[in-house]
């Protein structure tokens, strides 16, 4: 099979940086294929800006979609955007790897997100109309390919609990996992979460790698989170609400895990 | 009073521009000062990395939140990192605008809370210990000052509902308002989102006006959402979960409000 890793830490000597190591040669030497998309070493260009077309469809205010919409239906892309498009699709797994910054994915990573993810190829996709609402939430260009976050923090388990201080982690992570992830397609698998980064030693490195390769070996066979599909019958369009069957009286992310 | 208004979006021209120069003009008409932090005008530099010091504590191996704490505190900083903080504690008001673009901020604002918020000035602050857990959720550096997130989006007030497939807006924004502003001790206004942004005419862009001013005029008397205090007696330390008695039986991001 064929492994995007895309990273996103400034060091290469830091835990990220062996674990990332690590994942690259444990999948290789199951026989995948394997890209790494190192953010940082790359100096990949976070904003988004007029700079990501060649060629503008208006030169004068800069509308971001359409200008996008414009850039990736005629190949007007600039040549980073295009390659990392080119490595979603060759890919049929793909690891997303940073420490958890603010709560959030690494600003170079976010960028990357905005840039590569352009109008026609992770949004405005498929019929937009009354019945219809694209090919989003489980359908898209990326559906069917598996995606898994890999994640490290600083603070405990017990800080990311049902009743810790910073939220669950599954709903500080809902944003990146169903609104990034899910929605071109993705089948998203649960997140590696690495905590307490600051506490770690031989011993629980050995620990930590034997997590990961498990994770990477369920690559195929992991469930992943069943998240609704929207175009499934479970919501209403274009109101884009629950039905009021569908996980009745219930409110918030969870109620759009089917459990 | 002084107000800082941190703006992103690529296009002056924008809803967004026009949105901030009304703000800023309305702001002045009081008598307000105004800071506009405006990123994408400025080339901020998003991707917090090892030249954001002048001089490093550790040549080799970069360790970002060490760096950053030696920075901070020997005054080693990189100019435009030590012009940001002094802007937030010239402000006793923040106003954040930008676009949602996949669920969170733009990539060049997520990098300015990175860069800006070092060790020592919005995390790191105060003591960390078994009683007590630094001076941070409710506590800090901008302690007392008020903050507001004024966003855009393209989607309809119901995709982010209780039951909208975006998931409430509330929680989508939890992690700013509670992990990134509440943290460093602001009090945080609710939000003012304008939705649909593609459906926007001369009509809805004066009740648009007209609510933002009411907001604008309110932001030294509305009331703050009423997010829990770390160090208030509310959670168990260090494990940062909430005492069995506080909001017993909740779970997820609104057992941290108190309601």
Redesign the interface.
């Known amino acids: 099979m064929n492994i995007l890793i895309v990273f996103a830490h400034?060091?290469p000597?830091?835990l990220n940086g062996s674990l990332k190591d690590f994942a690259v040669a444990h999948l290789q030497q199951a026989g995948h294929q394997v890209q790494v998309s190192d953010l940082?070493a790359m100096q990949?260009k976070?904003?988004?800006?007029?700079d990501d077309t060649r060629e503008r469809l208006i030169p004068?205010?800069?509308?971001?979609?359409r200008e996008s919409r414009h850039a990736f239906e005629q190949g007007l892309q600039s040549d980073d955007i295009a390659a990392e498009q080119a490595k979603l699709l060759w890919a049929d797994a793909v690891i997303f790897q940073f420490p958890l910054?603010?709560?959030?994915m690494?600003?170079?990573m976010?960028?990357w997100?905005?840039r590569v993810?352009a109008y026609g190829f992770a949004y405005g996709v498929g019929e937009h109309s009354d019945t219809r609402w694209g090919n989003r939430?489980g359908e898209g260009t990326l559906a069917g390919k598996r995606a898994m976050l890999l994640v490290t923090t600083?603070g405990?388990e017990?800080?990311y609990?049902?009743?810790?201080?910073?939220?669950?982690i599954n709903?500080?992570l809902?944003?990146?996992q169903?609104?990034?992830l899910h929605y071109p397609g993705f089948h998203v698998l649960p997140p590696l979460v690495v905590y307490r980064t600051s506490r770690m030693d031989a011993d629980r490195y050995t620990t930590v790698q034997q997590q990961l390769a498990q994770r990477l070996d369920g690559l195929w066979s992991d469930a992943p989170i069943a998240f609704r599909a929207?175009n499934g019958g479970e919501?209403q369009i274009?109101?884009?609400?629950?039905r009021d069957d569908v996980?009745a009286q219930?409110?918030?992310?969870?109620?759009?895990i089917d459990q």
């Open positions: 400034p060091e000597q830091s940082y990949w976070a904003p988004l800006d007029s004068g205010r800069f509308d971001p979609s910054w603010w709560f959030s690494p600003a170079i976010k960028g997100f905005e993810y939430y600083g405990w017990s800080h609990s049902a009743r810790g201080i910073n939220g669950p709903d500080v809902f944003p990146i169903h609104g990034m929207q919501y274009p109101q884009l609400t629950l996980a219930q409110t918030g992310f969870a109620a759009h």
